[in-house]
């Protein structure tokens, strides 16, 4: 049977996972803690959020201590490309190129940046890695 596909994160749930993702496994009250840092969120609100988070099956709860520890379901980039493909097919009608040059226009690259892209680029046509 093939994996449930998790649905995309609200943007209150992707900044719950960009602190699991950076920190590792946490309790609710780490996470809470972390989010001050960025965000006003309540307790009871991060500790709800995880809940729902958990029900979608975005993030997983070890239950076998008395304080729960959350965890992400999905690492860091497989939700990336998750939500690179659904912008890629909802707002570029499944062209990379427009994607890309769409991205490149509104914040420039640093050289470095473009340095990458060119070699995956060649690495992609089967050109000089």
């Given at each position: 049977m093939a994996k449930r596909k998790a649905p995309n994160p609200t943007d209150a749930e992707l900044a719950i996972l960009q602190v699991l993702w950076h920190s590792g496994p946490l309790t609710v009250r780490q996470v809470y803690e972390s989010l001050l840092k960025q965000r006003h969120m309540g307790y009871t609100t991060v500790l709800k959020m995880l809940q729902i988070m958990t029900e979608k099956g975005l993030v997983e709860r070890d239950e076998s201590s008395r304080s729960h520890v959350y965890r992400p379901?999905?690492?860091?980039?497989?939700?990336?490309?998750q939500l690179v493909g659904d912008l890629l097919d909802k707002a570029f009608a499944g062209s990379a190129a427009r994607?890309?040059?769409?991205?490149?226009?509104?914040?420039?690259?640093?050289?470095?940046?473009?340095?990458?892209?060119?070699?995956?680029?060649?690495?992609?046509?089967?050109?000089?890695p």
């Amino acid at each position: 049977m093939a994996k449930r596909k998790a649905p995309n994160p609200t943007d209150a749930e992707l900044a719950i996972l960009q602190v699991l993702w950076h920190s590792g496994p946490l309790t609710v009250r780490q996470v809470y803690e972390s989010l001050l840092k960025q965000r006003h969120m309540g307790y009871t609100t991060v500790l709800k959020m995880l809940q729902i988070m958990t029900e979608k099956g975005l993030v997983e709860r070890d239950e076998s201590s008395r304080s729960h520890v959350y965890r992400p379901r999905l690492p860091q980039a497989e939700t990336q490309r998750q939500l690179v493909g659904d912008l890629l097919d909802k707002a570029f009608a499944g062209s990379a190129a427009r994607l890309v040059m769409s991205a490149l226009s509104h914040t420039p690259a640093s050289r470095a940046e473009l340095e990458q892209v060119k070699r995956l680029l060649d690495k992609m046509e089967g050109g000089n890695p």
